[in-house]
């Protein structure tokens, strides 16, 4: 059990421009969710997959946000034009999605961005 | 929408029981009670959950009053490593397993 890893862990980036981060959820997870948090608020929900499946999308996901899960193994998280409110941290969690009742998330420990 | 309450910030000494309350009024029947908390610069790590009995694992106890209004989440022992903001989330299991969050009571343990 390597643990959630997302990449990169910091992005600075220019209002306007595009950004990709990506997700790497444990291995076998076949569920794989994205939050995003800002300064002194607890994660928002934004989108979740069951494999490659994208299930459920929070309206706070607007069109310039885009998540895939080709393959159902990473995930990747597009903003496109990016604005000063984008900033903050995105975070990735997976679940085996076993349907038993003592599962759990397994987050990753982010990506901070940082729209100038 | 979170359907708890929980107090912004909490001060606890070190070595001291840490006890976090939470209020779901509204919880339903079928709703299971789950801690997480978050450490400074990380995500979110799993705590402990229940539905309607008090739990005990490595990390904290549960427990859960009768009526099933309130919980109180205890660290026994706590140590500075505790400090962080801790989460009490109400859910249905297996409802896509997502989790909604509130904002939590931030920890500071204090030697």
């Known amino acids: 059990d390597t643990g959630v890893s997302q990449d990169p862990r910091h992005k600075i980036t220019k209002r306007g421009q595009n950004v990709t981060f990506r997700c790497d959820p444990i291995s076998e997870h076949n569920r794989l969710y994205w939050y995003r948090q800002t300064l002194g608020q607890g994660p928002e929900f934004l989108t979740y997959?069951?494999?490659?499946?994208?299930?459920?999308k929070s309206r706070l996901l607007s069109d310039r946000f885009s998540a895939e899960r080709p393959k159902g193994s990473f995930s990747t998280l597009e903003i496109q034009r990016t604005e000063q409110g984008d900033s903050a941290m995105y975070l990735c969690?997976?679940?085996?999605?076993?349907?038993?009742?003592?599962?759990?998330?397994?987050f990753g420990s982010g990506t901070q961005l940082s729209v100038l | 929408d979170a359907k708890t309450t929980q107090p912004t910030s909490m001060d606890c000494a070190e070595g001291r029981a840490a006890n976090l309350p939470c209020n779901h009024s509204t919880i339903s029947g079928n709703e299971y009670v789950y801690w997480y908390r978050q450490i400074h610069s990380q995500g979110p790590q799993y705590i402990i959950h229940g539905l309607k009995n008090n739990e005990t694992n490595e990390m904290a106890s549960l427990i859960i009053t009768e009526d099933r209004k309130s919980s109180t989440l205890i660290l026994p022992h706590a140590t500075l490593r505790d400090t962080a903001v801790y989460y009490c989330?109400?859910?249905?299991?297996?409802?896509?397993?997502?989790?909604?969050f509130g904002q939590g009571t931030e920890l500071s343990v204090k030697p």
């Open positions: 989330i109400v859910q249905i299991y297996n409802q896509g397993g997502k989790l909604i």
């Open positions: 997959f069951q494999n490659e499946a994208q299930l459920e």
């Open positions: 969690a997976s679940s085996p999605a076993t349907g038993d009742v003592n599962e759990k998330l397994f």
